[in-house]
């Protein structure tokens, strides 16, 4: 009895269809009919073949397995002697050594129950060496010549497609990644920004009217100052300019100062005072001299004498040194203690 449920005929057409928009785009027309051509012949002769077969008791399953390795391979090997160089008229008598190999191997395969992994590599292995025996006939009698024969075993149209078809997917998964980057990139500036827009609105609607955002910050310092000790304080303050130092003590002299600020402000505000606080600089004989420098353009000279009057000469003598834009020989971190000294008395 055929087996039931198994059309072969539309199966062979189905695959002839899909061949035709999977050919190559670079072969002429009618390279591209001659693999569609192959592959319906050799899939419904192959597909009738197991259908009228009784004595093989195959499933529809099994049958439409073994004729889609026939269909799949047909595709390949067709290909690959077009590109070989070989002419069109050797082409048909070795597809059909090659069907004919597959029809045979798969066919004995399912029939006993070999797992389906090792019944493809066996199929490959028997196409493989069909295929070079039947180039290597052709050198052998003359037909084609060895650079037509080494081309010709070197094509191979499956792993061209199964590199093709690795590059794409690895294509769309860094195209995937790059997608997703962006997209947590876009979340996470939405966040930021959603989170600024709240912290500005806390803001305005905690600050004063009239206070700038300036302001806010100075005086949540104040706030934090005034628990400090005085020498604390001091040490503070002096590294504020004359202005931003003003500010801040005149705040921290306010007796409500506390009802004027939130808690949560105040915390965003010393969060943010990194932008106001001077950074610590690396401690080198330019930043040292840059600093006294800064010192002598805003307190006069007597000024300084006057502190470092009880110092020892090699002191003074570093002092008057770097009036002149001269670091002298002093080790430095000693001149180092020195310029924080004179910055605090001052």
């Not at 061209?160 to 876009?186: F, I, V």
Request: aromatic letters at 6%; proline letters at 3%; glycine letters at 4%.
């Amino acid at each position: 009895m055929p087996i039931e449920g198994f059309d072969y005929k539309g199966f062979a057409a189905s695959m002839a269809e899909q061949a035709k928009e999977l050919v190559p785009a670079d072969l002429q027309d009618r390279e591209k009919e001659y693999i569609v051509k192959t592959l319906g012949n050799f899939t419904l002769l192959a597909g009738e073949a197991l259908y009228n077969d009784t004595a093989l008791n195959l499933t529809p399953e099994q049958a439409v397995f073994i004729t889609q390795i026939i269909a799949e391979w047909s595709f390949h090997k067709s290909i690959d002697l077009i590109h070989s160089g070989i002419l069109p008229q050797y082409w048909d008598s070795i597809m059909q050594k090659i069907a004919f190999t597959i029809f045979e191997v798969a066919k004995q395969a399912v029939i006993r129950k070999i797992p389906q992994d090792q019944l493809l590599q066996a199929v490959e292995h028997h196409v493989i060496k069909v295929y070079k025996q039947s180039i290597e006939e052709l050198e052998s009698k003359g037909v084609i010549d060895e650079e037509t024969k080494n081309r010709a075993e070197s094509q191979s149209n499956i792993d061209e497609m199964a590199k093709q078809a690795q590059e794409e997917q690895l294509k769309r998964q860094q195209e995937m990644a790059a997608e997703a980057e962006r997209n947590r990139e876009a979340a996470q500036k939405k966040r930021e920004e959603r989170r600024a827009q709240k912290k500005a609105e806390k803001a305005m609607a905690s600050a004063p009217q009239g206070i700038s955002n300036k302001q806010m910050k100075l005086m949540s310092l104040a706030l934090v100052l005034k628990i400090l000790s005085q020498d604390k304080v001091t040490t503070i303050l002096n590294k504020f300019d004359s202005n931003d130092s003003l500010a801040i003590s005149q705040y921290m002299n306010m007796a409500d100062l506390e009802s004027k600020l939130d808690g949560d402000l105040v915390t965003d505000c010393l969060k943010d005072m990194k932008n106001y606080l001077p950074i610590k600089k690396k401690l080198t004989k330019d930043n040292v001299l840059f600093d006294l420098l800064q010192v002598y353009k805003k307190v006069p000279r007597e000024k300084v004498e006057k502190v470092i009057k009880n110092e020892r000469p090699l002191v003074k003598r570093f002092i008057s040194q770097t009036y002149d834009g001269e670091y002298g020989e002093m080790p430095l971190k000693v001149a180092g203690i020195i310029a924080q000294y004179i910055e605090e008395s001052i």
